[in-house]
């Protein structure tokens, strides 16, 4: 590749990075879907052109966020982390693992590495880690208050979220460490699907990772799920927060087994794009049918939903 056309493709990767990241800050409802795109760039150069060229467009896209944003921030690590998932990923496209193990050793080094941040820059700051999360919280709890004003949300309401502020904040910092790893294995699996039609349009080569809709959770994890629920009914508030934590992450891993089920059959009754595209959005906005899906993920070992074959049935 001549400087020329290594160029015009870092600007490029830049460039669509910046443009992301400026409507993930500015938009927030939008914003938040849009956020998903952002390890995007970086993996599809990653693949194409290789590891200089994907970590050149890493830094100079860092460097614009920091800048856009005007200070070194919790909000910029979380963004850091976006990148650095294109990144990982690219490297281990290339070494063609099983799906599982891609997904868990990107949101592995993905989580080691904000914690190691979380730490840096509380040592940086000189506050310690828990004011920071705490404050975080708070900031943001008071940012999505504003955002239902601005859609219109009954004064009654807003009043009644507002009063529960502190239960809320008390609930979700207890609950962070699970909603970490939750939202990163979301990225994560999100930037798989996402990358795939892009590979192929483009001519990079995608791994195998099989059929996907076809995809089970290990059979052991059902036995994890279900202890973590004992523990929300077991006397001691460390307890429950631990069988909390424990259920939520198991629920997000029960959510991909239920989405590749509700692909199955969409696939099999050869659904129309759009009519997909809409259903996936009403899972995505419907708290019923978002616990629905995670139901049938659940329950798909004993029902098996798919009828799929089991090892040892011929």
């Given amino acids: 590749m001549n400087a020329s056309i290594e160029s015009k493709d870092i600007a490029t990767g830049v460039v669509t990075t910046s443009l992301i990241f400026l409507v993930v800050l500015y938009l927030p409802i939008l914003g938040f879907f849009c956020s998903l795109l952002l390890p995007l760039p970086v993996l599809f150069f990653r693949s194409k052109y290789g590891r200089k060229t994907a970590g ?9 966020m920091a800048m856009i944003i005007g200070a070194v921030s919790v909000d910029l690590l979380f963004f850091v982390e976006f990148l650095l998932i294109g990144f990982i990923l690219g ?12 997904m868990l050793y990107t949101a592995g080094a993905v989580i080691l590495a904000g914690l190691v941040g979380l730490f840096v820059y509380s040592g940086w700051s ?85 059929v996907l809709n076809q995809w089970k959770a290990p059979e052991y994890l059902v036995w994890v799920a279900i202890a973590c629920g004992i523990l929300l009914f077991l006397p001691g508030k460390t307890l429950k927060v631990l069988g909390l934590n424990g259920v939520i992450v198991m629920m997000m891993v029960y959510f991909f087994q239920g989405i590749a089920i509700v692909s199955f059959y969409f696939e099999k009754k050869q659904f129309p794009v759009m009519l997909r595209v809409f259903l996936y959005s009403l899972i995505a906005l419907q708290q019923f049918l978002l616990i629905l899906v995670i139901g049938c993920g659940f329950f798909d070992m004993w029902i098996n939903f798919r009828k799929l074959e089991t090892p040892g049935n011929n």
């Fill in 56 to 64: 050149v467009i890493a830094m100079l896209s860092l460097a614009g």
């Fill in 126 to 210: 000189s506050r310690g880690v828990m004011d920071l999360i705490s404050e975080y919280v708070a900031t943001n709890l008071e940012m999505t208050l504003a955002v239902y004003e601005g859609m219109g949300v009954s004064e009654e309401s807003i009043h009644r979220i507002a009063n529960s502020l502190d239960q809320i904040q008390y609930v979700l910092i207890r609950t962070l460490p699970a909603l970490y790893v939750a939202s990163t294995m979301f990225v994560v699996w999100t930037s798989l699907l996402l990358s795939k039609p892009i590979f192929w349009t483009r001519s990079v080569p995608y791994p195998d990772f099989g």
């Fill in 91 to 102: 490297e281990l496209f290339e070494k063609n693992l099983g799906v599982e193990i891609t």
